[in-house]
């Protein structure tokens, strides 16, 4: 069973640096493409990036490029997303998620549950 | 950039209706094009890919058409368990953007 286990809640204070982590399990890690997707409170999904764990290529959203990255160790099959200075409006739930392909369309097949990140002073 | 836009942005229905959702792109993406379901506080779920073709689990209820610049989803008898927030999202090119989110709201 393909698995996805993401690092608990923070909370930050603005300026702070964080890395969260998701944890694969139950397939081939270095196959599929990770991808972080962004929630602020009620609103909807954004895309924010993506890494290729085989050669840690990495794609970034314009939206996001230059304030987060993402990253994988790939002896414990797991994914980052790290910050190293948060602002307030990083809070929001993040969700790390698996691209798989079928007939050369991709898509989001398995989700991780989410970590929440809270930033205030 | 593709925009992805959908239709309505919220809708009201009873159990047992015939729910349609759109979905369109700012250009052709052929059918590349996915829906999720998200229930409140739990993560997004993937219902169908490629436009039409349902995901593994998912109810045959749920149905997706089109090609190009416009797609539907249809839940053809809206079920308890069906009333969430739908996101169709395109994947032909990157950044691979989502839409805005239709809810669908018991009557």
């Known amino acids: 069973e393909v698995q996805l286990l993401q690092s608990g809640a923070e909370v930050k204070k603005p300026g702070e640096s964080l890395r969260i982590s998701c944890k694969t399990s139950?397939?081939?890690?270095?196959?599929?493409?990770i991808n972080w997707v962004r929630q602020m409170p009620g609103k909807g999904l954004e895309w924010m990036g993506r890494i290729d764990p085989r050669a840690s290529s990495t794609n970034y959203s314009p939206s996001f490029r230059g304030h987060v990255t993402v990253s994988v160790d790939k002896s414990i099959t797991t994914a980052y997303l790290q910050w190293t200075s948060l602002k307030a409006s990083d809070t929001a739930m993040y969700f790390c998620?698996?691209?798989?392909?079928?007939?050369?369309?991709?898509?989001?097949?398995?989700w991780g549950l989410g970590t929440l990140v809270i930033v205030s002073s | 950039d593709i925009q992805m836009t959908q239709s309505p942005s919220s809708l009201s229905a009873s159990v047992g209706d015939r729910v349609a959702i759109t979905c369109r792109a700012s250009?052709?993406?052929?059918?590349?094009l996915n829906w999720y379901q998200q229930k409140l506080g739990k993560a997004p779920r993937l219902l169908i890919y490629a436009a039409a073709s349902l995901q593994t689990g998912v109810p045959s209820r749920f149905s997706g058409s089109g090609s190009g610049t416009d797609f539907t989803l249809i839940i053809s008898s809206l079920q308890p368990e069906d009333f969430a927030t739908y996101y169709c999202q395109q994947s032909y090119s990157v950044p691979p953007a989502f839409g805005q989110g239709t809810r669908v709201e018991i009557k």
């Open positions: 998620v698996r691209l798989r392909s079928v007939a050369g369309v991709p898509f989001f097949d398995s």
């Open positions: 139950g397939y081939t890690f270095t196959n599929y493409w």
């Open positions: 250009q052709s993406i052929n059918s590349h």
